[in-house]
């Protein structure tokens, strides 16, 4: 994780959202974060749906925490003037600091959303979809998602999941694998080696 001092240049708010989020000033991340997710930052966008999964600082709502990790997801690239993707890992776009993490984390979330049915119609082929996607774009490398504390959000535990390990994501697509019928798993498999991430409304 990048220090907070370099957080706060690249990301103006990002370790400071943090650092009051770990000290449970919520009232004061919030107002940071939300301006910041109004603005279109993946950063803030990712914990908004944090803060809205957990009830941190506002009403535990699923529903909300999903269309905050929609607008993350869907920041993985940029388009160019050609309408070309360019994927960007360590974006030099003040307020975009490693924006490919952001989305990824957001993605990791939202597959398990659409798994549980929490939030968002269930959808067990997008949540696989989903989750082969991270685990294929992060390339088998752990996910920084936030600086509070290395305890994730789907242990046993009420804090944020901030750093998404291989070893998770590959639990998590075992886990919707166990839970697919042949039928489900033949369609996954049929859709994954085309499959690109598109928001639903």
Not at 35 to 46: I, M, T, V, Y
Not at 48 to 72: C, I
Not at 127 to 156: G, P, Q
Request: hydrophobic share 45%; charged share 30%.
């Amino acid at each position: 994780m990048e220090t907070p001092a370099r957080a706060l240049e690249a990301n103006p708010g990002e370790a400071e959202v943090d650092i009051l989020w770990r000290e449970g000033e919520m009232e004061s991340a919030l107002a940071i974060a939300r301006e910041a997710a109004e603005k279109g930052f993946p950063w803030a966008q990712l914990r908004m749906g944090m803060f809205h999964e957990l009830g941190e600082g506002v009403t535990q709502d699923d529903a909300a925490a999903v269309d905050w990790y929609r607008k993350a997801a869907a920041q993985f690239a940029e388009r160019d003037g050609m309408g070309l993707a360019i994927l960007v890992g360590l974006s030099d776009r003040r307020g975009f600091f490693r924006q490919w993490d952001d989305a990824l984390a957001a993605r990791f979330f939202l597959a398990h959303h659409y798994w549980k049915g929490s939030g968002v119609s269930y959808d067990i082929i997008r949540a696989w979809l989903l989750a082969d996607n991270v685990r294929k774009l992060s390339e088998f490398k752990m996910i920084e998602a936030c600086d509070t504390d290395s305890r994730t959000l789907y242990r046993e535990t009420s804090h944020a999941q901030c750093a998404i390990t291989r070893k998770e994501i590959g639990d998590l697509i075992r886990g919707i694998e166990e839970d697919m019928t042949d039928k489900e798993r033949a369609a996954a498999a049929e859709q994954s080696e085309s499959w690109e991430y598109v928001p639903l409304p």
